[in-house]
């Protein structure tokens, strides 16, 4: 290949890649989308234009408004119908949002301690997502709102409310015995 056939394929190169790299300078790849159930919702702009080839017109202004104050507050049940994320994540193009077990894909997941007379009470995500999945407990027995902790006695938990929806002894460890398990001694 002679000299000119080179110049002239890097050229093209340039020409094809340059406006990718530009782009990219100005797109700022993680967007933070508050929500009051679950917190801060962070979503990756290179991940998603990895997978759809860089086309921004996918998204923007289709499903949503480059204007992030231009864009409504979804909730999950608009999302299942295919408004928001759920455009793409409805189990066939990606992910379904109600793929429970992705629920961490997107919202944040974190040990959750707690004080009660019996001292500090840890609660892992880790733990209990690697055996069940999220919609086995919320909404129906802990509904999911940021910094929102109701009081539950152990009394309330020994008749299966909170925590002994499960641990009664049937599903999991009853919350009568192993106290050291959950409460920090």
């Known amino acids: 290949m002679n000299l000119s056939k080179l110049i002239l394929l890097f050229h093209l190169f340039l020409l094809v890649s340059l406006p990718s790299v530009v ?23 290179y991940t998603h234009l990895e997978v759809l080839g860089k086309n921004c017109p996918t998204c923007h202004n289709a499903i949503f408004n480059i204007e992030p104050t231009k864009n409504p507050a979804f909730t999950m049940a608009d999302m299942e119908k295919g408004k928001s994320c759920g455009a793409c994540h409805n189990g066939t193009k990606a992910f379904a949002v109600k793929d429970s077990k992705g629920c961490s894909n997107c919202h944040p997941t974190r040990d959750i301690f707690f004080e009660n007379d019996g001292g500090t ?13 999220c919609g086995e407990c919320h909404p129906a027995i802990f509904i999911p709102i940021q910094g929102k902790k109701a009081a539950v006695t152990m009394t309330q938990m020994e008749k299966g409310t909170s925590c002994g929806a499960c641990h009664d002894g049937g599903a999991a460890f009853t919350v009568k015995e192993n106290c050291e398990v959950c409460h920090q001694m």
Do not use: C
Not at 23 to 45: L, N, Y
Not at 121 to 133: E, G
């Open 23 to 45: 782009m990219a300078r100005w797109i700022e790849d993680t967007v933070v989308m508050p929500s009051e159930a679950t917190g801060p919702v962070a979503f990756s702009h």
């Open 121 to 133: 009470v840890l609660f892992s995500h880790k733990v209990h997502t690697a055996a069940f999945s």
